[in-house]
């Protein structure tokens, strides 16, 4: 069976005045594949995220996220999608509970929804005894963590994850991927993008940008056979330093 | 000595930040701080550089104490913090020359220490800070910091959220400073920028876990480590987990990271135990340890 698609952009392009922050391109992703976005700061990866997850409206080109039209209906890409970013993720000054309920809320879960939800999430993540703490006063990794399983409390057939272990400690990094691969392998697409290059390498496949354009996209294994190279962060530097 | 930290505490409220920190930084040495967020390292930076008191110990920088010559010191050192802290409204010309008349000097007097960096950055001196891009930002307040020709520069996350090119292009200008006779401190959550300093500190939850050179730290793993890989990595993972005499299970770009509790460990028992759980294509070989490994091994 082909497995269908979740993403496809074709020539989507974002232009500001006249600079062309994203320029024609091209690509798919599949249900419950792991795709790395990556690219160089300035590259364009998030204008070209925030083109799919329908709070952008490119300049021209065409795409669909979760079989929806990134210009007819960017509301319902909103509804079927998950995002997660380092940058913004929960509410710090809400405990665990009152955020899983606020963004079960925003998602449109019934009451009964999100209690058992809530339940299942915080055992799942060994969050009983801080349940009822600030989000505010975790650590950092334990936020992460929350922030990834709360973008999924919907269950969305597709979470875009922006750069979302800067800074996480290597055990903690390790364990959030555990939680990707896990999320993978029910069968949810993960859209992520980051700057550590061995987590390139735990995608199924990546794409890299190169000044609005992406320049190679292929599983990690063909893109070092393709560039001669030991490890992802050489095809990178290969590629993103002309 | 350069830096001497001796017995260095300091707590928030009921968060303790530092615990009874001791370390020495060379004079010329490029010095390592490798720590995730919330290890402590920027409040470390902070005493260093006089902008807040430790609740005990001492340090000297440059043979200054950062109490009682908290002045000299500031003449002496560089500090480019973590969060862009430059006037976003003045232009990148603008910066510079305010740093320089805080600091008594010129752009002239010192121009050749940050050349090579403000060079990258000069044909948009007259843009304003905060229409920069990342890299550019980074390259500004590197020059910023050291218009006055410090002899300790502190440097703190300078490539956190920065891509690998300009990462490696940074580290590449620390490299040249260094040549120059200039002591710097600086730290870092990416564990394979480690190997580039001449000795590094591990730190976490307010705690050195070790100190040696990049080279030392990695021979004193106390496992033998073997990548692993199979057709399907989740279940990977939840099987290895599963193995009795695991010791550590750690995805590490495209292989799983094993050691096993058992001195005489025979990969083709695992191997055998794999299969039985329906996984094909499976490989284990020994492989390398690097930092990152030591660091998860002292940090459980």
């Known amino acids: 069976m082909k497995k269908t698609n979740i993403i496809q952009a074709k020539n989507l392009t974002k232009k500001f005045g006249d600079f062309t922050a994203v320029n024609a391109i091209t690509f798919e992703v599949k249900q419950g594949e792991i795709f790395g976005f990556l690219g160089a700061n300035g590259a364009g990866k998030t204008t070209a995220m925030k083109m799919l997850i329908g709070i952008s409206t490119p300049t021209s080109g065409e795409a669909e996220v979760a079989g929806l039209d990134v210009y007819k209906n960017p509301e319902g890409i909103k509804k079927s999608i998950g995002y997660m970013s380092q940058k913004f993720a929960l509410y710090d000054d809400l405990t665990v509970k009152e955020n899983i309920t606020f963004f079960g809320g925003i998602y449109g879960l019934s009451r009964q929804q999100i209690k058992e939800k809530s339940t299942l999430l915080i055992n799942e993540l060994g969050l009983q005894k801080v349940a009822g703490e600030l989000v505010g006063s975790l650590p950092l990794g334990w936020k992460q963590k929350l922030a990834f399983s709360v973008a999924l409390l919907h269950d969305p057939k597709i979470i875009f994850l922006d750069e979302p272990t800067g800074g996480v400690d290597p055990i903690t990094r390790r364990q959030f991927w555990e939680m990707i691969y896990k999320t993978a392998y029910e069968g949810t697409t993960v859209f992520v993008t980051t700057h550590y290059m061995d987590e390139a390498e735990y995608c199924n496949r990546v794409s890299i940008m190169v000044d609005g354009k992406i320049e190679a996209l292929d599983t990690p294994k063909k893109l070092k056979e393709q560039f001669n190279v030991a490890s992802m962060n050489d095809v990178f530097l290969k590629l993103a330093r002309g | ?300």
């Not at chain 2, 290890?39 to 006089?50: E, N, S, V, Y």
């Not at chain 2, 690998?164 to 620390?174: A, D, N």
């Not at chain 2, 199979?230 to 990271?257: C, D, K, R, W």
């Open chain 2, 1 to 300: 000595m350069s830096i001497s930290i001796q017995h260095i505490s300091k707590s928030y409220e009921d968060v303790t930040a530092l615990k009874d920190i001791s370390f020495e930084v060379k004079e010329g040495e490029l010095f390592g701080l490798i720590g995730p967020d919330g290890a402590g390292k920027t409040t470390l930076f902070r005493i260093l550089t006089t902008l807040l008191f430790a609740d005990e110990g001492t340090a000297t920088v440059a043979g200054y104490d950062v109490v009682d010559n908290y002045k000299d010191i500031r003449n002496h050192v560089g500090y480019m913090p973590g969060r862009f802290s430059l006037y976003q409204d003045l232009t990148v010309e603008e910066n510079l020359t305010f740093f320089a008349t805080i600091f008594g000097t010129t752009i002239e007097e010192n121009y050749d220490l940050i050349k090579d960096i403000y060079v990258q950055i000069e044909p948009f001196k007259n843009r304003r800070a905060g229409k920069l891009s990342g890299g550019m930002k980074q390259k500004l307040a590197l020059s910023c910091a050291l218009i006055h020709k410090p002899n300790v520069l502190f440097l703190d996350e300078p490539t956190t959220g920065v891509d690998p090119v300009s990462r490696k292009e940074f580290w590449e200008m620390l490299k040249r400073l260094q040549k120059k006779g200039i002591t710097m401190l600086v730290s870092t959550p990416y564990m394979d920028e480690a190997a580039l300093c001449d000795r590094i500190a591990l730190i976490q939850d307010g705690a050195i876990l070790e100190i040696d050179t990049p080279q030392e730290i990695i021979k004193h793993y106390p496992k033998k480590i073997y990548d692993i890989k199979a057709n399907n990595m989740y279940e990977l993972i939840l099987y290895l987990n599963e193995y009795q005499y695991n010791h550590s299970v750690y995805p590490f770009g495209e292989f799983i990271h094993y050691t096993d509790k058992r001195d005489d460990f025979n990969p083709d028992e695992l191997v055998q135990f794999l299969k039985d759980k329906g996984l094909e294509n499976i490989t284990i070989q020994p492989t390398a340890t690097t930092i990152e490994d030591t660091f998860m091994e002292l940090a459980r």
